[in-house]
């Protein structure tokens, strides 16, 4: 128990379905981040949170839409998808949003898109 | 090429053998971190270090920063142990690079 916890840990969607996913984090922390891993290929950082202000988005096309409401609850809004968006999305928290610092992920949410 | 390489892809040991799994990075670095993804996806810390040595239980992690490589040893492995393992650098710019991990299957 890392203290993250996401949900669904699965989901199958359609290319035109709206589905969201969630991130809670119990630790207190200020930063929270939203990465992709996909088969064969480093994660890779979507969105930084930091005191629940958007610090970096890394050119994530607009069918993903982060919001953090407050500093423990991180979501990912997801519509019209493609079936390339397919992957294992990671949710983590760190203490200050320093990239020197430790992190703490989610189990993640399997997503596949049909 | 990616910023940060690991060595080998893929590595099945026996129950008790001694096991390295290698990490090389081409940037200036603040520091360096392990990481373990077991199946079903979740990720833990193991260390992070930006010179020397850490050790935890049977892992241990040693850093040369001249040589820009670090290296994640475990001792006395058991099939708990196998998980995927990866490496990620804090670039200078303050930019966190993963590698693509390293699977790692303990047999008995």
């Known amino acids: 128990e890392t203290g993250v916890t996401q949900t669904p840990r699965h989901l199958v969607m359609g290319m035109t379905n709206k589905k969201s996913l969630k991130c809670e984090q119990h630790?207190?922390?200020?930063?929270m981040y939203w990465y992709k891993q996909s088969a064969k290929k480093p994660l890779e950082l979507m969105f930084v949170?930091?005191?629940?202000?958007?610090?970096e988005n890394n050119s994530v096309p607009s069918r993903f839409s982060p919001e953090c409401p407050n500093s423990s609850h991180l979501f990912l809004h997801l519509h019209t998808l493609q079936p390339e968006d397919s992957a294992l999305y990671l949710c983590a928290s760190s203490q200050r949003g320093a990239t020197n610092e430790k992190l703490f992920f989610g189990s993640g949410t399997q997503l596949s898109v049909l | 090429k990616n910023e940060v390489e690991q060595s080998p892809q893929n590595l099945t040991a026996q129950e008790g053998e001694f096991i390295t799994i290698n990490c090389s990075y081409s940037v200036g670095i603040s520091a360096l971190h392990w990481l373990q993804q077991h199946p079903g996806g979740g990720i833990v810390s193991l260390f992070m270090l930006s010179s020397g040595k850490k050790k935890h239980g049977r892992l241990i992690a040693t850093i040369n920063i001249q040589e820009k490589h670090s290296s994640l040893h475990i001792t006395a492995s058991h099939p708990r142990d196998s998980a995927v393992y990866i490496c990620a650098v804090t670039g200078t710019a303050s930019k966190l690079t993963f590698g693509t991990g390293t699977r790692l299957q303990v047999t008995l």
């Open positions: 949170y930091n005191f629940k202000e958007q610090t």
């Open positions: 630790l207190g922390h200020n930063a």
